[in-house]
């Protein structure tokens, strides 16, 4: 089961409607994050299969969703196997576990409400 984390006050939450300390709204969150981990499932296929270009353009879209391990690690493999070195290394950098990779911008949600 995922967890998500509150963006107001930072709770830790089983997917819910919202969250069980402030009751803010984590619907929304959880759609991005299921989206982001079906793009991301759709990157490692076309890898498997040898398609690199929509490996790269899948793995892009679940890093543009959610900045995960995963799609930083993905996308590192992705761009060893086109060949693109530079890129590769831009990748790895993001795959460095000792800085904490946010999820999802507070300020995102309230500048749209």
Known sequence: MNTIKCPA???????????VRCGCELSILASICRAAEQELFMGKESLAS????AA????GKSWHLKKSLAAAQLAFLTAL?????AQARTWYA????STQVI???????ISRM
């Open 9 to 19: 006050c930072g709770k830790e939450n089983d997917e819910g409607k919202e969250c």
């Open 50 to 53: 040898g398609d690199i270009p």
């Open 56 to 59: 790269m353009h899948h793995v």
């Open 81 to 85: 196997a086109s060949g693109d070195f």
């Open 94 to 97: 993001r795959t460095d576990t």
């Open 103 to 109: 999820n999802f911008p507070p300020t995102v949600l």
